[in-house]
């Protein structure tokens, strides 16, 4: 399957709901990023979802990916703090993988998913 260019991702929707919150994308600073020493950040709290705007699209992606993870884990209710980033490290990548990876399977989610029945 050939894929063709990403579009600009500032062209992305500026927000992404998660359960019944939504937050707002921004396209986050590197030097306020360097300031925190952190590639994203989901603020929880403000509803904001941080990423490090001078990332290759691919890690810009997984980062998304990530913190868009800490959201779900908030909007679940989901208690362990010390787990969270354990949990949300290793099933990022993987989630990341299996999307690339079945990229039929995935349209086809997403398509069936956006059904309005």
């Known amino acids: 399957m050939t894929r063709g260019a990403l579009p600009n991702r500032r062209q992305l929707p500026s927000t992404i709901k998660i359960g019944i919150f939504v937050y707002q994308l921004e396209h986050w600073d590197p030097a306020v990023a360097d300031e925190q020493d952190l590639m994203g950040l989901c603020d929880r709290f403000n509803f904001i979802i941080h990423v490090r705007?001078?990332?290759?699209?691919?890690?810009?992606?997984?980062?998304?990916?990530?913190?868009?993870?800490?959201?779900?884990?908030?909007?679940?209710?989901?208690?362990?703090?010390?787990?969270?980033?354990?949990v949300v490290n290793r099933l990022t990548p993987v989630m990341i993988m299996a999307r690339r990876d079945n990229p039929a399977i995935y349209a086809w989610i997403d398509r069936a998913i956006a059904q309005k029945d």
Not at 55 to 84: G, M, T, Y
């Open 53 to 86: 705007d001078d990332l290759p699209d691919s890690s810009f992606a997984e980062v998304l990916e990530h913190e868009i993870n800490h959201a779900c884990w908030h909007a679940a209710s989901l208690k362990s703090r010390a787990q969270e980033e354990t």
